[in-house]
């Protein structure tokens, strides 16, 4: 099966940055799938995207959309894609269906055609009742989902969606992965960029794991999850002046814990048995006249892989 | 092109649905407009019309016998511009008197009775029809003493006086005058009128192309008149261009409003070319600028009867105006860095050029190096072309103008482009 978005060493460097936000990104999707880039706010995620939309010219590299390079052939890119901003790129004096059929005119579309399409991305993303309302009197939840109605208009080959759940509602935002899931069981393929570990873990194919510009791992949730293999993870939450290397490096000492970093007032170990290790944590904690508030046990999960690969909890 | 259009569609429909822009395009300037005429003078509610006037003929025929003047002048090119001036066609424009002395009539625009007096120089017919006296002299000029504090008044005086002068060039009414007299005096039959009115026609055609046989002079009259201005028929365009001129900078500033809201990413992000997506702002700019001054114009004709003069005049100026100061918005919003900055940088330069500009107080109260310095902005250009229009004049004669204008929105797009490709990047 071959990729239908390839993307080989891409790099870019800002001018008078002082080094590159994105720094030899390779990675391919393939047809019908859903495939996630996942990483905490300025990884480098939305620069990689900017790229294969062409929106920003690489430094370096390249990438191939539909067999189309986004260096060389631009246009053709353009028209295999449909994106989906960060940010609510919508006219909000307009109502949904003037949004849409604007939209789909810069896309070339028009007439009849046009029309029947509107009504159909707005069916898909359930606002077809209020597709004469305008844009400014929508719910946030309501205004990302016509944000991905645009990118959906022209029957695009790929789908670019650059955090499309941010700042909304727990419903629209279920709304929106189950759109996602949907438009994925109709063979749509996706590339989708997330910091939620969970959105990432539902929705999912492939995920690549990105920090500080550099693909750090990429596999199917179970292929990245055993890169920390049966380990837990453990959070306790003390007082965050009690947090000390001292402190980390008793609870390092402890039998079957792999790993041990604070941050603030949570102190997050790698242990081989969560459960067993426990116990003699809390009671190394209380010799230290520490105080444990709170303890949290975590199953191998894609948050594991990232504290493990980074030392940083994703949500850093 | 399509992909223009829908741009230009889109602008309209989110400008129309804006009630801030629209009072500021549309009920800022129609309200500014009788405050400011209110508060400068007695409002002229009736706009150009029953403009006073003063004729003084002296082009008065003798007869061949030697006898006494005619006393039908009605033949008289003089005569002529008297019965013209009195006819049913301009009876609502003006109100012409008669005097017998120039400096009597004068005399009555220095005191504001009269917006303007036409002093018709004797002799007149037959330096023109009859081709006497040295061909080298000087041609017949006819005066137009103007009131300085009604310029548009008199400057409608001076364009019809204009347009008998080029009549009689051309040859049509000193055949007509040439052909009355010789029936009256028995030299022709009425048979033999048109052959006859055809060949003086054609002499004095020719003649009029190798030596000016009338020209026009225009004297303004001195500044201590007291008669009124015509403030409103000077602010309707004068403030429909500075209000123009600010829908244009806040219009094409939307250029970075969508660059900060992500919509000229996304637009990006489609398959459209920058030209497409440069036109298509333009476009969208220009649209609603015509659709402001058409408002205006209709609205400021329709219920304060203030004349904008020829309409396909009025129309290619429009453009031309509109052109120019949406160039100008272009450049401000593309080498500004946020919306904020136009914002400062707009207001600004609106506010700057509409002070040099005239569009609070007519040029002409300027002193000379400030009225020099006024033709650095598009409005000056609009008000002046517009004043001309409304004067009479017909879009041949804004040629100044007409290169003015077209030069700024030709460099003023120029800049844009540039800033465009700057923006988009």
């Given at each position: 099966?071959?990729?239908?978005?390839?993307?080989?060493?891409?790099?870019?460097?800002?001018?008078?940055?002082?080094?590159?936000?994105?720094?030899g990104?390779?990675?391919?999707?393939?047809?019908?799938?859903?495939?996630?880039?996942?990483?905490?706010?300025?990884?480098?995620?939305?620069?990689?995207?900017?790229?294969?939309?062409?929106?920003?010219e690489?430094?370096?590299?390249?990438?191939?959309?539909?067999?189309?390079?986004?260096?060389?052939?631009?246009?053709?890119?353009?028209?295999?894609?449909?994106?989906?901003?960060?940010?609510?790129?919508?006219?909000?004096?307009?109502?949904?269906?003037?949004?849409?059929?604007?939209?789909?005119?810069?896309?070339?579309?028009?007439?009849?055609?046009?029309?029947?399409?509107?009504?159909?991305?707005?069916?898909?993303?359930?606002?077809?009742?209020?597709?004469?309302?305008?844009?400014?009197?929508?719910?946030?939840?309501?205004?990302?989902?016509?944000?991905?109605?645009?990118?959906?208009?022209?029957?695009?080959?790929?789908?670019?969606?650059?955090?499309?759940?941010?700042?909304?509602?727990?419903?629209?935002r279920?709304?929106?992965?189950?759109?996602?899931?949907?438009?994925?069981?109709?063979?749509?393929?996706?590339?989708?960029?997330?910091?939620?570990?969970?959105?990432?873990?539902?929705?999912?194919?492939?995920?690549?794991?990105?920090?500080?510009?550099k693909?750090?791992?990429?596999?199917?949730?179970?292929?990245?999850?055993?890169?920390?293999?049966?380990?837990?993870?453990?959070?306790?939450?003390?007082?965050?002046?009690?947090?000390?290397?001292?402190?980390?490096?008793?609870?390092?000492?402890?039998?079957?814990?792999?790993?041990?970093?604070?941050?603030?007032?949570?102190?997050?170990?790698?242990?081989?048995?969560?459960?067993?290790?426990?116990?003699?944590l809390?009671?190394?904690?209380?010799?230290?006249?520490?105080?444990?508030?709170?303890?949290?046990?975590?199953?191998?999960?894609?948050?594991?892989?990232?504290?493990?690969?980074?030392?940083?909890?994703?949500?850093? | 092109?399509?992909?223009i259009?829908?741009?230009?569609?889109?602008?309209?429909l989110?400008?129309?649905?804006?009630?801030?822009?629209?009072?500021?395009?549309?009920?800022?300037?129609l309200?500014?407009?009788?405050?400011?005429?209110?508060?400068?003078?007695?409002?002229?509610?009736?706009?150009?019309?029953?403009?006073?006037?003063v004729?003084?003929?002296?082009?008065?025929?003798?007869?061949?016998?030697?006898?006494?003047p005619?006393?039908?002048?009605g033949?008289?090119?003089?005569?002529?511009?008297?019965?013209?001036?009195?006819?049913?066609?301009?009876?609502?424009?003006?109100?012409?008197?008669?005097?017998?002395?120039?400096?009597?009539?004068?005399?009555?625009?220095?005191?504001?009775?009269a917006?303007?007096?036409?002093?018709?120089?004797?002799?007149?017919?037959?330096?023109?029809?009859?081709?006497?006296?040295?061909?080298?002299?000087?041609?017949?000029?006819?005066?137009?003493?103007?009131?300085?504090?009604?310029?548009?008044?008199?400057?409608?005086?001076?364009?019809?006086?204009?347009?008998?002068?080029?009549?009689?060039?051309?040859?049509t009414?000193?055949?007509?005058?040439?052909v009355?007299?010789?029936?009256?005096?028995?030299?022709?039959?009425?048979?033999?009128?048109?052959?006859?009115?055809?060949?003086?026609?054609?002499?004095?055609?020719?003649?009029?192309?190798?030596?000016?046989?009338?020209?026009?002079?225009?004297?303004?009259?001195?500044?201590?008149?007291?008669?009124?201005?015509?403030?409103?028929?000077?602010?309707?365009?004068?403030?429909?261009?500075?209000?123009?001129?600010?829908?244009?900078?806040?219009?094409?500033?939307?250029?970075?409003?969508e660059?900060?809201?992500?919509?000229?990413?996304?637009?990006?992000?489609?398959?459209?070319?920058?030209?497409?997506?440069?036109?298509?702002?333009?476009?969208?700019?220009l649209?609603?600028?015509?659709?402001?001054m058409?408002?205006?114009?209709?609205?400021?004709?329709?219920?304060?009867?203030?004349?904008?003069?020829?309409?396909?005049?009025?129309?290619?100026?429009?453009?031309?105006?509109?052109?120019?100061?949406?160039?100008?918005?272009?450049?401000?919003?593309?080498?500004?860095?946020?919306?904020?900055?136009?914002?400062?940088?707009?207001?600004?330069?609106?506010?700057?050029?509409?002070?040099?500009?005239?569009?609070?107080?007519?040029r002409?109260?300027?002193?000379?190096?400030?009225?020099?310095?006024?033709?650095?902005?598009?409005?000056?250009?609009?008000?002046?072309?517009?004043?001309?229009l409304?004067?009479?004049?017909?879009?041949?004669?804004?040629?100044?103008?007409?290169?003015?204008?077209?030069?700024?929105?030709?460099?003023?797009?120029?800049?844009?482009?540039?800033g465009?490709?700057?923006?988009?990047?």
């Open positions: 099966m071959s990729f239908i978005v390839e993307v080989q060493e891409l790099v870019k460097q800002y001018p008078g940055a002082p080094e590159p936000a994105v720094k990104v390779s990675f391919g999707i393939l047809k019908g799938e859903v495939f996630s880039l996942l990483g905490p706010n300025g990884a480098g995620k939305t620069t990689t995207i900017s790229m294969l939309s062409c929106l920003l690489p430094t370096a590299g390249d990438g191939k959309i539909a067999g189309h390079s986004v260096r060389a052939d631009p246009l053709a890119v353009k028209r295999a894609i449909g994106v989906v901003p960060q940010d609510i790129a919508l006219y909000p004096t307009l109502s949904a269906r003037e949004n849409l059929t604007f939209w789909g005119q810069m896309y070339g579309m028009g007439g009849g055609e046009l029309r029947k399409r509107v009504d159909e991305v707005l069916e898909t993303v359930g606002l077809r009742d209020r597709a004469k309302d305008r844009i400014e009197a929508y719910s946030g939840g309501m205004k990302r989902r016509i944000n991905i109605a645009v990118g959906l208009l022209h029957r695009p080959q790929v789908v670019f969606m650059d955090e499309p759940t941010v700042g909304i509602d727990p419903q629209s279920r709304n929106i992965l189950d759109t996602v899931k949907a438009l994925n069981a109709q063979g749509m393929t996706v590339l989708y960029t997330t910091h939620y570990m969970e959105e990432a873990e539902e929705l999912s194919h492939r995920i690549g794991i990105i920090d500080h510009g693909l750090i791992a990429l596999g199917t949730q179970e292929e990245l999850t055993q890169l920390v293999g049966h380990e837990d993870v453990l959070e306790l939450r003390i007082a965050a002046e009690h947090s000390s290397p001292d402190l980390l490096k008793a609870f390092s000492a402890v039998k079957g814990v792999r790993q041990a970093t604070a941050d603030d007032g949570t102190v997050r170990l790698i242990a081989q048995d969560g459960n067993a290790a426990l116990p003699e809390i009671t190394t904690a209380n010799a230290r006249g520490v105080k444990v508030a709170g303890v949290n046990i975590q199953e191998p999960n894609l948050e594991a892989v990232f504290l493990r690969l980074t030392g940083r909890a994703l949500r850093d | 092109m399509k992909k259009l829908a741009f230009t569609l889109k602008e309209l989110i400008i129309t649905r804006d009630r801030t822009a629209l009072l500021l395009m549309i009920a800022a300037p309200a500014l407009t009788l405050v400011m005429s209110f508060a400068f003078s007695r409002v002229n509610t009736g706009g150009l019309s029953q403009i006073s006037m004729i003084v003929n002296d082009d008065v025929i003798v007869n061949d016998d030697g006898g006494d005619s006393t039908s002048s033949q008289s090119l003089g005569q002529a511009f008297v019965d013209l001036m009195q006819s049913d066609a301009l009876k609502e424009l003006v109100k012409p008197a008669l005097a017998d002395d120039a400096d009597a009539a004068r005399k009555l625009v220095d005191d504001g009775e917006a303007a007096a036409v002093i018709i120089p004797a002799g007149l017919t037959d330096r023109v029809t009859s081709g006497k006296g040295d061909p080298a002299a000087e041609p017949a000029r006819i005066e137009v003493y103007g009131d300085p504090g009604r310029p548009v008044s008199a400057g409608v005086i001076r364009s019809i006086v204009e347009r008998f002068t080029q009549q009689v060039a051309a040859g009414l000193g055949a007509r005058v040439t009355t007299q010789l029936i009256q005096s028995g030299r022709i039959q009425i048979t033999e009128a048109a052959a006859v009115g055809a060949e003086i026609g054609q002499r004095v055609a020719v003649e009029s192309v190798d030596r000016q046989l009338v020209t026009v002079k225009s004297v303004v009259g001195s500044e201590k008149s007291e008669s009124s201005f015509d403030f409103l028929q000077y602010y309707a365009p004068s403030l429909a261009i500075l209000f123009l001129m600010f829908a244009m900078a806040s219009s094409a500033r939307t250029l970075l409003a660059r900060e809201t992500g919509t000229l990413a996304r637009l990006r992000s489609t398959p459209t070319q920058s030209w497409e997506l440069m036109g298509g702002k333009v476009a969208g700019v649209a609603t600028g015509l659709l402001q058409v408002v205006l114009i209709v609205a400021t004709s329709l219920f304060m009867g203030v004349k904008w003069g020829d309409p396909l005049g009025v129309g290619a100026h429009v453009l031309l105006v509109v052109a120019a100061t949406a160039s100008m918005g272009l450049v401000i919003a593309t080498v500004a860095r946020t919306t904020s900055q136009a914002n400062a940088i707009g207001g600004a330069v609106v506010m700057v050029l509409a002070a040099v500009g005239g569009n609070f107080v007519p002409a109260a300027y002193p000379r190096w400030l009225q020099v310095l006024s033709y650095i902005g598009p409005n000056s250009w609009g008000i002046e072309g517009f004043q001309k409304a004067a009479g004049a017909a879009l041949p004669d804004l040629g100044v103008e007409i290169i003015a204008l077209l030069a700024m929105a030709a460099v003023f797009f120029a800049i844009s482009v540039w465009f490709r700057r923006l988009v990047r």
